[in-house]
């Protein structure tokens, strides 16, 4: 990757940025449910998602747990904490 302007090192000063995997995400949701069917999949790719809890107040507890499903090209959710800092993403894995 040094070849798009960049590289990471560990601490030991080995270069591991061959490691790394890119990703680039499809969406950012913040609706408190929904769905999502996308189309054009990659050869070799799957829908994936995760969920990304940054509260605002910076109090983790007791936080509103989101459920994902991803079922061939959708993606659904519900329960996904409004005003709270909290999105799910998606991107093909």
């Known amino acids: 990757m040094a070849e798009y302007g960049f590289a ?6 080995v270069n591991v940025t061959g490691v790394l995997t890119p990703i680039f995400f499809l969406d950012r949701f913040t609706a408190e449910s929904g769905s999502k069917t996308y189309t054009n999949k990659p050869e070799g790719k799957t829908l994936q998602a995760v969920c990304s809890l940054f509260p605002w107040n910076n109090v983790f507890k007791d936080r509103k747990v989101p459920k994902i499903t991803i079922n061939g090209n959708t993606v659904t959710w519900s329960n996904l904490e409004q ?3 909290s999105y799910i993403y998606t991107f093909w894995g």
């Open 83 to 85: 005003g709270m800092g």
């Open 8 to 13: 990471i090192y560990n601490r030991n000063n």
